[in-house]
């Protein structure tokens, strides 16, 4: 079955850019039925929607982080990644990776394990 | 956009029902039937419980429900069990600039 999993490093230094990519395995991320997305949670607190990208490249951020967030697709890797830029201390969260159904139907059906990246000098 | 508005906690002893509400506005909850449920145990990633207000996915109990009334959503479980202690968010559709937004989860506890 399609499952989803998280990459990255775990300490990004304050000022710095997170980068983080999901690998998609057991199927592929070409299909039109799906967006993919960024979700993040900070330690203790809820659930954060920071953006989602088609696989043909169409993208849909967060406003709130809109200036600082870039997410890219590599349907080649069947790989998406989430650059952050100017990262602070408020950046720490676990960072989710999630299938988001498209069109009429819009929720999450699939997420990754998620990984904690901790914003620290 | 602003998150939704859930009651930061709820509680109900074994066998009993619980109701989780999650409040937007006409622009989100009012005005798409496309509100979704996750559960979250410690440690865990979201899960899947509800889609489209009422929908449940294949495998999840029947003891989950959902319904939506106005500006509301409300998330229903009867029959509580142990397993169902964990935190709860509801997610609405809010129009294409900013598609996604979450509430601001329920941690529920079995007495």
């Known amino acids: 079955q399609v499952q989803l999993q998280e990459s990255g490093p775990g300490l990004v230094k304050p000022s710095q850019t997170l980068s983080l990519t999901c690998t998609v395995s057991?199927?592929?991320?070409?299909?039109?039925?799906?967006?993919w997305s960024w979700i993040r949670q900070p330690p203790g607190k809820g659930l954060e929607w920071i953006g989602y990208?088609?696989?043909?490249?169409?993208?849909y951020y967060n406003p709130s982080l809109k200036s600082r967030v870039t997410i890219s697709v590599d349907t080649s890797k069947n790989q998406f990644s989430l650059k952050l830029s100017s990262v602070t201390a408020a950046d720490t969260a676990v960072y989710y990776c999630?299938?988001?159904?498209?069109?009429?139907?819009?929720?999450?059906?699939?997420w990754g394990r998620g990984t904690l990246v901790t914003v620290s000098s | 956009q602003s998150a939704l508005t859930q009651p930061a906690s709820v509680s109900g002893s074994p066998g009993q029902s619980i109701t989780i509400s999650c409040t937007g506005t006409?622009?989100?909850?009012?005005?798409?039937?496309?509100v979704s449920w996750y559960q979250q145990h410690p440690g865990k990633a979201p899960k899947l419980m509800i889609y489209?207000?009422?929908k449940r996915p294949s495998g999840v109990s029947n003891r989950f429900s959902g319904s939506k009334s106005g500006n509301t959503a409300s998330l229903t479980i009867s029959g509580l069990q142990a397993e169902d202690e964990a935190d709860y968010y509801c997610?609405?559709?809010?129009?294409?600039?900013?598609?996604?937004?979450f509430g601001g989860g329920t941690k529920l506890t079995v007495l």
């Open positions: 999630a299938r988001e159904r498209s069109e009429a139907s819009r929720y999450f059906d699939l």
């Open positions: 057991g199927g592929s991320i070409s299909s039109g039925d799906y967006y």
């Open positions: 990208i088609y696989y043909s490249g169409s993208t």
């Open positions: 006409s622009s989100d909850v009012g005005s798409y039937n496309l």
């Open positions: 489209e207000v009422s």
């Open positions: 997610c609405s559709y809010a129009g294409s600039s900013t598609p996604v937004v």
